[in-house]
C-alpha cells in the first residue's frame, strides 16, 4: 500500500519553542492532507485539512495562528506548533489522501511531542 | 452531524478465542465504516472498509465486520486470535464526502498467552 512517512517520531522540546513535524507521502502524490491529535485514551480529533498550494481549513476551536499548517507541494505538508506549552504535549498523526475517496487514505506513523 | 461510540475501552481476551469488538455509529447520511488497528507507537492501518454492497466485510488478518443498518452497528471480529493482534483498534465513520472521518474511542484489544 501507499506509504505516508512523519517526522519526527517523538521531539522533547521547552515551553515557548517552535515544533515542525513534516508529513510527506512517497509514492503518491497528495492532493489532500489531514492533521489529527490524539490524547491518551481519547479519539483522534481531526485538528485541520490542508489541500495543495492553498490555506488550511482548520476545525472549531483549533488555534490557527498556533498550529501552522504548510502544503506546499504534492508531496509534503508540514505542522509548526509555536510556542508550544506543556498542554500542547500531545500525539500527532498526518493522514493523506491522493486520487479517489476517503477509502484511499493513508496515516503517517505519528508524532509523540511533550512540551516540558 | 456523524459520531461513533466505542463502548468497550479495553478486552481482553485469551490466545485462540474469538473477539468482537462493537461498534455504533450515528449518521443523518449514507456513511461509509471502516476499522483501524494501531499498534503502539505507530499510525493507523486500515483493517476494512465498508462502501456499499455486502454487509459482511473481510479484512486483513483474518478480520471481519458486518454491517447493520437497522442497529447501526458495524462490530469486527475474529474467530481466532493471536497475540500479534494485541493493539488499539479505532471504528471510524465518514459520510462519504472524501473529507471527513470520524473516529471512536478506540478499543485496546489485549491477547493473553
Known amino acids: 500500500g501507499a506509504v505516508v512517512s512523519q517526522h519526527p517520531s517523538r521531539v522533547i522540546c521547552k515551553s515557548g519553542t517552535s515544533v515542525k513535524i513534516e508529513c510527506r507521502s512517497l509514492d503518491f502524490q497528495a492532493t489532500t492532507m489531514f492533521w489529527y491529535r490524539q490524547f491518551p485514551k481519547k479519539s483522534l480529533m481531526l485538528m485541520a485539512t490542508s489541500n495543495e498550494g492553498s490555506k488550511a481549513t482548520y476545525e472549531q476551536g483549533v488555534e490557527k495562528d498556533k498550529f501552522l499548517i504548510n502544503h506546499a507541494s504534492l508531496t509534503l505538508s508540514t505542522l509548526t506548533v509555536t510556542s508550544a506549552h506543556p498542554e500542547d504535549s500531545s500525539f500527532y498523526i498526518c493522514s493523506a489522501r491522493g486520487g479517489g475517496g476517503v477509502e484511499k487514505l493513508f496515516f503517517g506513523s505519528g508524532t509523540q511531542l511533550s512540551v516540558l | ?113
Open chain 2, 1 to 113: 452531524a456523524q459520531s461513533v461510540t466505542q463502548l468497550d475501552s479495553q478486552v481482553p481476551v485469551f490466545e485462540e478465542a474469538p473477539v468482537e469488538l462493537r461498534c455504533n455509529y450515528s449518521s443523518s447520511v449514507s456513511v461509509y465504516l471502516f476499522w483501524y488497528v494501531q499498534y503502539p507507537n505507530q499510525g493507523l492501518q486500515l483493517l476494512l472498509k465498508y462502501l456499499s454492497g455486502s454487509t459482511l466485510v473481510k479484512g486483513i488478518n483474518g478480520f471481519e465486520a458486518e454491517f447493520n443498518k437497522s442497529q447501526t452497528s458495524f462490530h469486527l471480529r475474529k474467530p481466532s486470535v493471536h497475540i500479534s493482534d494485541t493493539a488499539e483498534y479505532f471504528c471510524a465513520v465518514s459520510d462519504g464526502g472524501y473529507q471527513k472521518v470520524t473516529f471512536g474511542t478506540g478499543t485496546k484489544l489485549q491477547v493473553i498467552p
